[in-house]
């Protein structure tokens, strides 16, 4: 039996992009949570391991849109930035605050 993750972090950084996001943006992400969720995520969307943070990896959705996960352990997950992929892999300061940025 597959178990699933569940979003443990975050909310407020996903709250902080959707603000300025357009629907469309906002549905190719969700999509993109739910493949984290069911653990496919490596399946259906480029992933790019970022081996300066452990237990971290990107999530290409877009050209211009990428998700940041932190995997809390083997049943939670949280989501640190939704932007660009550029400043996905930028050194953050705070999530939050880097997530206002939108998709740019």
Do not use: C
């Amino acid at each position: 039996m597959a178990y699933r993750l569940r979003l443990a972090s975050g909310i407020d950084v996903l709250d902080a992009w959707t603000a300025t996001a357009d629907i469309a943006d906002f549905i190719v992400v969700a999509d993109a949570l739910f493949t984290v969720v069911e653990r496919s995520v490596y399946f259906a969307y480029p992933v790019i391991d970022d081996p300066a943070m452990a237990r971290e990896f990107v999530v290409v959705v877009r050209d211009n849109l990428a998700i940041r996960v932190r995997l809390d352990d083997v049943e939670r997950f949280g989501i640190v930035f939704i932007g660009s992929p550029l400043a996905a892999f930028e050194p953050r300061k705070a999530p939050t605050a880097e997530s206002q940025s939108g998709t740019n």
